[in-house]
């Protein structure tokens, strides 16, 4: 944090001046450890252990925070008979379908009252809010629709045992799962000590209840693994237990790493979802406005999801205007539909198979800055066209002439037959606009000056585009062309002439348009209707322009405000600044401490209260139950915290929505020196992998040939630099304060290798080698894991190889493979596996050899580490025969 | 001795000395290195602001630091030092010992104390004036700090540690730039700091070689700049910081304090940044950290104090400042009063002879 | 300057007249010197804004002359990041006014071994162009059972994490309306 977030840290530092313990574990020892109370060093991807042991101590020495769990989570509720874990399974759940190397996750699902002899026993499911199949999820991202809530369920009549006992509670589950991760395991896969373990215990579970509350910070290295949504569910767990959800100095912190990386996922330019975590549709799933509707938000279920269909077709009004109509469903058909998954990397796969012909890079270096680097530049020399909008002239935009595979031969200048257009965008200060930054904050920045030259911004870019796309097929009469033809894309101008953003962050948050508000602008998302007399462009932040204000640009200072100045720019939803802060209150709705007092029931006035928006229906009290059956809001009970999810609950085991298990379980990186010592089942058997000839993996575990490559890699950022370098490496004084790419090594594998401090390096993994100068360190140690020493080695990625950049060098990037998250589709990063060695790399054509001749020396193929299932257990479609 | 007691050597308002009629109370800075995080936001916010063009693109292979030494185009360092748990002890013994030896840095001790957090382990945190922004629930800070004074609470040796401080121009109570400067491009500014006109200095770099810290340079020659796009200004010139003397007399706070995400570096009148830097030295103490010492804080040393306060968390070459260091016209007045007393006596002497011859 | 004050502020006279004897003090302070003003008070306007480098959304102050921005740096009315920036944050001014930064549209002709330029409006019109002809060469109306895809997999994108939320719906909008489905930014990287 420290490191990457330095003006954040600022919180940190203050607490710890006021006696708060920060505790970081971190594979290198980094700015950060180095004023923390404690720096745990891990090996790279065994998060799960570590946390799952955290959830086991928890459990068997009760520590948990037992009014909270029961009230408020998902531990009372019973799971399907049918259910079979990893403990029984060898590493998978049951559900495991060998063909399409995905979960059935039906047998996860909550167990349902009986009732009568109709009722689907097991399950909460069936055509509408049912369990789709773990491939399709995948193949659509599912796990990204859930950035504002959890997922449908069919309704929220489920079966609960509040004592706990019951061997199907998810409790009594929970705590068979993770029976065997002890501080043992953990020193045994993580390669930390066990009083390491005790202290983090130790500190943690004292330090929640209560009157105090523990918070978990991580930065998006945390996804970039093959269970990386898992790891960041089992820091969900363990907060849920100790009651540090919904609360003050509680929760689960995302440090992303870009302006607006938050907004760009609310406001998707994601394949898989529509603007506020709507689904975009699947062939199959959804090829039709019911079917689409009732998988997205069933109105049986708890919560505001229920009301997902009104959201749907707000939206579809603010695109499409007069022509959405309740007759042709809103214009549910002018929405194209996937087939698959399109993420970032299947793109680069097809680009590179000659399947797409033009493509946009918007303030992004893939050539640099994304996994499989070299596959991303070989790629680019496939597209007829390419649009590069940069401030800068970046590797991605040069790669016909500067990519290393030029020196190599892989590629030459006269052979790219790509069309480039490079074209400069306006600066953060030369336009107006929102970021969200990573605490849901939309924050407006005014426009300073006029952008200079030719720079225009991305929003007069599209807009000028669209015009003329528009205009070339003004008179067609082709269906296809209506999506384009009717979309609302008249939008007033401000005083420079160019398309006013005021107008779209209007349009963004929605209109009344008939009735009674004919005209106005929404005030909140609980205004919008399915009825299509509402439209909105973003339903998760309507109300950012209520009352004709624009909320983002409130700007009160912070030193005149209370501690969630509330009137400086406009958190999503409705201005909270902590989400499900009802469980701030206990059941009752008092404060749960008057420590830790932040929103509560005003028992004279009849509604919630405190220093926060309450994220709850206001006027409802505590007390209140609602009729059995009843869905949507209204079936929330006062003392249901998380509204967003279906059943009101906090969920510590995910009957649906994860789609590589219900609970996080470790297991080890696609490509590891280490054999799962946990299971048979070696890696995450869900994950998605890409055997192909150029995107080859290194042996695994006890594999023959894993000694070739038997050292952990891991990649990251330095607070000097950003990403891939585009708005750091062109600046003189970033450049000049990391100049060079360099590895970090400790001594004693500097000793094994014989590698100077100062001098180079080689780093080889089954893709690419890159050289790089070795800082020699005692910040990384040597973990000693089942009795082996592994040493990992650390890259910072910010470098790229180019002419026009301050400083360059190779990328780290070009190290990696890909294979990726079935939850999210984003690749692992953060674990691989290389070698290293003195000296600088061969250039052209030689550097192929060197890695060729290391593929051959380990016997790599392309099934190398490919093989999803490594356990025999629990054979396919085998789970509903087998004993509960 | 009057006007002459002070002017080189000893405790005094140098502002004062350097007759400005109504100076200013004299400013500074406290660089508390224990929160320091490494960011180099200073570096590059004084760069920014002084328009200080870039100072080489060569990895040194000295942990994360790039930038070397304070120079004439680097007006802000930090410095990275990676030490393992024996370095760790012998810093914390040294402490102790500057402690048993009375450290002068330390307040007398009837002077208000102050107060000691829960805070332990391997890195320093402690208590100190944080202004509260968040709700001030039961008073939490004065429970949390009563709860540690009665715990005792001790820093635990860790294994390795990472020390990382910013370093700047000292603005000596007695600078010796200044006091070799021919020219009077070099002044002590109504803020008691000490800055170059550039448009007066001629670059004959006498002060470069009078500052004991090294920290004042020439900016020799135009670099290669044509990355940083405008023309290097003042070349030829001697270089250092001005403590943003611009800002300062607008009453804005100078580039680096006013980035530093952490407040590691902290600016005020040199009087708060004293008391500052010295009840945090306490609190450290307090929490077993005596490694924790204050660097420049002793207007009795040679340089009269400095107006940039450190603390230091080991000795003071392991950062690459000197233990000791001497403006080397703090003798001047002994070397006059030992010249004249020689020049008396030698001059009685000859009286002596002369008439002695006489008798 | 009358006679009587250029006299007056000869630098030995005003070392005696100020007392400062040694001429360390107001005696010696140049025209330059007495002048200097920081350009954050002398700026035409400040604008208020936010750093775009990480997440963590601090507050920028923008100082602005002559329609040049002079200095940018942290606001400290934001309660995020009260007046404080890192490094990159501190550095925006020069992202802003870099040197190497590109203000001119390039164009690469397929197979050519440089860059030439090219009228911003024209590239607008190409690029438009292309796209509708990619679109209708690699239109997918159906699957192979017959259901509605209605969509190009010819047209990708990626980026927008830096970008504003009012960019990225008019981004979405545009290629979800044009069938054009591959669009991707960093938060999948």
């Not at chain 1, 600066?427 to 605490?439: D, I, L, P, R, W």
């Not at chain 1, 000097?720 to 750091?728: P, Q, V």
Request: proline fraction near 6%; include cysteine; glycine fraction near 10%.
């Amino acid at each position: 944090m420290a490191e990457c977030h330095p003006v954040a840290y600022q919180w940190v530092t203050e607490a710890r001046l006021r006696g708060a313990k920060v505790i970081h574990i971190d594979p290198r020892f980094t700015r950060t450890s180095a004023t923390a109370d404690k720096h745990v060093p891990i090996r790279a991807g065994s998060d799960v252990v570590f946390l799952g042991a955290l959830i086991n101590h928890i459990l068997a020495n009760e520590l948990y925070f037992k009014e909270y769990v029961v009230a408020f989570t998902n531990a009372a509720t019973m799971v399907s008979e049918d259910y079979q874990d990893t403990e029984d399974l060898d590493g998978l759940f049951s559900g495991y379908d060998d063909k399409l190397n995905n979960y059935d996750p039906s047998s996860w699902a909550y167990a349902t009252e009986g009732e009568g002899p109709n009722a689907s026993p097991g399950t909460i499911g069936g055509p509408a809010a049912g369990h789709e199949h773990g491939h399709s999820g995948s193949e659509r991202s599912a796990g990204d629709e859930h950035g504002s809530g959890g997922p449908a369920l069919e309704h929220a009549k489920v079966k609960r045992d509040e004592s706990l006992q019951d061997p199907h509670t998810v409790f009594q589950i929970l705590k068979r799962h993770y029976a065997r991760y002890t501080p043992e395991m953990v020193s045994e896969v993580c390669g930390i000590s066990v009083d390491d373990f005790h202290y983090v215990a130790r500190a943690v579970t004292e330090n929640s209840g209560r009157d105090r509350t523990s918070a978990f910070v991580y930065a998006v290295g945390w996804t970039q693994h093959t269970l990386g949504a898992q790891f960041i569910r089992t820091a969900a767990i363990i907060q849920l237990l100790l009651g540090n959800m919904g609360r003050p100095g509680g929760g689960i912190m995302a440090l992303r790493g870009h302006a607006s990386i938050q907004g760009s996922t609310d406001i998707p330019t994601l394949y898989n979802i529509l603007p506020g975590y709507l689904a975009m549709p699947m062939v199959g799933n959804h090829d039709t406005w019911d079917d689409y509707v009732s998988a997205i938000g069933n109105k049986q279920q708890k919560g505001f999801w229920a009301n997902a269909d009104a959201y749907a077709v707000s939206l579809l009004k603010a695109w499409w205007g007069d022509a959405a109509t309740k007759e042709n469903d809103w214009a549910f058909d002018y929405l194209p539909r996937l087939s698959g998954a399109h993420g970032t990397y299947q793109t680069t796969m097809a680009m590179k198979d000659g399947q797409v012909e033009g493509y946009f890079l918007l303030g992004q270096n893939p050539a640099v800055g994304s996994a499989h680097a070299k596959m991303q530049r070989l790629a680019l020399a496939e597209l007829k066209w390419l649009v590069v909008r940069d401030l800068q002239m970046i590797e991605s935009a040069t790669f016909w002439k500067d990519a290393p595979e030029i020196a190599t031969g892989e590629l030459s200048t006269e052979k790219i037959g790509t069309e480039v257009f490079f074209l400069p965008p306006a600066s953060h200060v030369e336009k107006a606009g929102t970021f969200t930054q990573t605490q849901r904050l939309l924050q407006w920045r005014h426009k300073a000056v006029n952008p200079p030259g030719d720079c225009q911004s991305e929003l007069e870019f599209f807009f000028e585009l669209g015009k003329r796309i528009r205009a070339r097929l003004a008179d067609s009469d082709d269906p296809r062309d209506r999506p384009l033809l009717d979309l609302t894309w008249d939008y007033p101008l401000d005083d420079e002439g160019e398309i006013s953003s005021e107008a779209v962050l209007q349009e963004i948050n929605g209109r009344h348009l008939s009735g009674d508000k004919a005209g106005e602008l929404a005030g909140m998302y609980t205004e919008l209707k399915a009825d299509g007399s509402t439209s909105s462009g973003c339903w998760i932040y309507s109300g950012v322009y209520a009352g004709g204000v624009n909320r983002s640009a409130n700007r009160k200072p912070g030193r005149e405000q209370g501690p969630t100045a509330q009137e400086w720019g406009w958190a999503w939803p409705d201005n909270r600044r902590i989400l499900y802060n009802r469980a701030s209150a206990d059941p009752e709705g008092k404060p749960w401490s008057e420590r830790k007092k932040y929103v509560w029931w005003d028992e004279e006035q009849q509604q919630w209260t405190g220093i926060d928006t309450p994220d709850f229906v206001k006027t409802k009290a505590p007390s209140y139950r609602p009729e059995p059956g009843t869905g949507g809001p209204d079936g929330l009970a006062g003392d249901d915290p998380f509204v967003m999810m279906a059943d009101g609950k906090g969920w510590l085991f995910a009957p649906k929505g994860m789609l590589d298990g219900p609970l996080p379980t470790h297991y080890e990186p696609q490509e590891s020196p280490v054999q799962n010592p946990l299971y048979g089942q070696q890696s995450n058997p869900a994950r998605r992998v890409f055997p192909r000839k150029d995107n080859l993996w290194s042996p695994s575990g006890n594999a023959p040939g894993a000694e070739v490559y038997p050292f952990v890699f891991t990649t990251y950022r330095l607070t000097e630099h950003h990403t891939a370098g585009g708005m750091s490496r062109w600046l003189p004084y970033l450049s000049e304060l990391q100049p060079e790419f360099f590895c970090e090594v400790s001594p004693e594998l500097a000793a094994e290798r014989g590698l100077a401090n100062g001098g180079w390096a080689t780093i080889v993994s089954a893709r690419s080698a890159v050289e790089a100068r070795v800082l020699v360190t005692e910040r990384m140690t040597p973990l000693v894991i089942g009795g082996r020493t592994i040493h990992q080695v650390g890259l910072p990625y910010h470098w790229g190889v180019g002419r026009d950049a301050v400083v360059s060098g190779d990328a780290a990037n070009d190290l990696l493979g890909i294979a990726l998250d079935p939850n999210v589709q984003i690749q692992e990063s953060k674990a691989g596996s290389c070698d290293i060695v003195p000296g600088r790399r061969p250039q052209g054509e030689a550097l192929l050899r060197l890695v060729e001749e290391y593929q051959s020396r380990a016997g790599v193929t392309v099934e190398t580490s490919n093989q999803l299932r490594t356990t025999t257990a629990g054979a396919s479609g085998s789970s509903k025969e087998a004993d509960a | 001795m009057g006007f002459w007691q002070h002017q080189l050597a000893g405790p005094t308002d140098p502002s004062h000395d350097a007759a400005w009629e109504e100076p200013e109370p004299r400013k500074g800075f406290f660089t508390d290195t224990s929160i320091c995080i490494g960011c180099k936001a200073c570096e590059v916010a004084c760069k920014e602001w002084n328009a200080i063009p870039e100072d080489g693109l060569s990895l040194t292979g000295n942990s994360y630091d790039n930038t070397g030494s304070l120079g004439a185009s680097t007006w802000r360092h930090v410095a990275f030092i990676e030490q393992t748990a024996d370095r760790v002890e012998e810093a914390r013994a040294s402490g102790r010992r500057l402690v048993d030896l009375g450290m002068p840095a330390l307040r007398p001790p009837d002077a208000p104390q102050g107060s000691p957090s829960a805070a332990s382990g391997t890195a320093p945190a402690g208590l100190e004036g944080v202004v509260p922004t968040a709700v001030a629930d039961d008073g939490s800070l004065d429970a949390m700090a009563a709860a540690a004074r009665t715990a005792h609470a001790t820093g635990t040796l860790p294994d390795f540690r990472w020390l990382m401080a910013s370093d700047v121009c000292k603005h000596c109570t007695h600078a010796g730039c200044l006091d070799v400067c021919p020219t009077g491009a070099l002044f002590r500014t109504e803020h008691g700091t000490v800055v170059v006109q550039p448009d007066v200095c001629n670059g004959c770099g006498y002060c470069v070689a009078a500052c004991p810290f090294g920290v004042i340079e020439r900016r020799e020659d135009e670099r290669d700049d044509k990355r940083g796009g405008g023309v290097v200004s003042n070349v030829g010139v001697a270089q250092k910081c001005t403590l943003c003397y611009d800002r300062l007399g607008h009453d804005q706070t100078p580039a680096c304090a006013q980035a530093c995400p952490t407040t590691s570096i902290k600016f005020g009148t040199l009087a708060e940044m004293l008391d500052t830097a010295r009840d945090r030295v306490e609190v450290l103490h307090d929490n077993g950290f005596t490694e924790a010492r204050l660097y420049g804080a002793n207007a009795d040393d040679g340089v009269g104090g400095t107006g940039s306060v450190f603390l230091l968390l080991d000795e003071p070459e392991v950062y690459g400042l000197p233990p000791d260091p001497r403006v080397p016209t703090a003798d001047l007045p002994d070397m006059f009063r030992k010249a004249g007393i020689a020049a008396v006596a030698m001059f009685g002497m000859a009286v002596a002879a002369f008439a002695g011859r006489r008798r | 300057m009358d006679a009587k004050r250029t006299f007056l502020s000869w630098p030995v006279l005003r070392q005696v007249a100020s007392g400062d004897f040694l001429g360390r003090g107001p005696a010696v302070t140049s025209q330059r010197t007495r002048d200097l003003e920081p350009r954050t008070s002398t700026a035409d306007r400040v604008v208020q804004s936010v750093c775009p480098y990480c997440a963590v959304g601090c507050g920028q102050k923008v100082f602005v002359k002559d329609e040049k921005v002079v200095q940018i740096e942290g606001d400290p009315d934001s309660p995020i990041s009260r007046g404080r920036l890192c490094p990159k944050g501190s550095a925006s001014e020069q992202l802003v006014n870099s040197p190497g930064r590109q203000t001119k549209v390039l164009y690469r002709r397929p197979h050519a071994t440089d860059w030439e330029p090219l009228d911003r409006d024209t590239a607008l019109d190409m690029i438009a162009d292309r796209f509708v002809e990619s679109r209708r060469r690699t239109w997918q109306d159906h699957d192979e059972h017959g259901r509605p895809l209605r969509r190009t997999m010819g047209i990708a994108s990626l980026g927008g994490a830096t970008l504003d939320n009012e960019e990225n719906y008019l981004i979405k909008k545009l290629f979800t309306a044009a069938g054009a489905i591959q669009i991707e930014n960093q938060a999948r990287i």
